[in-house]
């Protein structure tokens, strides 16, 4: 089993990023954290049956053979986790130096990571619906203050740009 996760108190980067990870490869399943901050919680409460999220608790038990972690480098404990699994790091916080040499570490300097996601999106041509668009542009704006913090780079605005040329709203 491959899944995909987030860091705890979840903001629209992780939620976006998470999900995008997904639609990179839809085999992984994107587990959402146990806490989400409240913008969030509100998006997945009116649209969270739009996505393919899975809570922690009903991932089947079976063993985990690959992590993504998406918008952190801090690994949770979960069931089906053993020595051999593997993890791949996508973040664009400096990177910790205590982090194990096994992890396949990628990481960017850019104002949102779903900014990074989404440039992979793009070139595989995957199609994206309004919502699916949408959500993954609220991880950009957030992250960027709506491409108003000193963060956000060029790669971040025309990401945006991306993703309201697909329908964003």
Known sequence: MEVILTHEQADFDA????FCAHLLNENSIPVLPNRLNRNVRNFLNLYGADFPFT???DLASKSIQHITLVDTQSLVTL????ARTKVSVI???EI???????WQIQSEKV???????VEQLREINRPLNQMEATLLLL???EDTGSLSYASTTVRDVKAAA???EHGAS
């Open 15 to 18: 939620l976006a990023s998470l």
């Open 55 to 57: 809570e922690a608790r």
């Open 79 to 82: 069931k089906g986790v053993t």
């Open 91 to 93: 973040d664009h916080h």
């Open 96 to 102: 910790r130096a205590d982090l194990p040499e096994s």
């Open 111 to 117: 104002g949102a990571i779903t900014t990074v996601l």
């Open 139 to 141: 991880g950009i704006y």
């Open 162 to 164: 991306y993703l309201l």
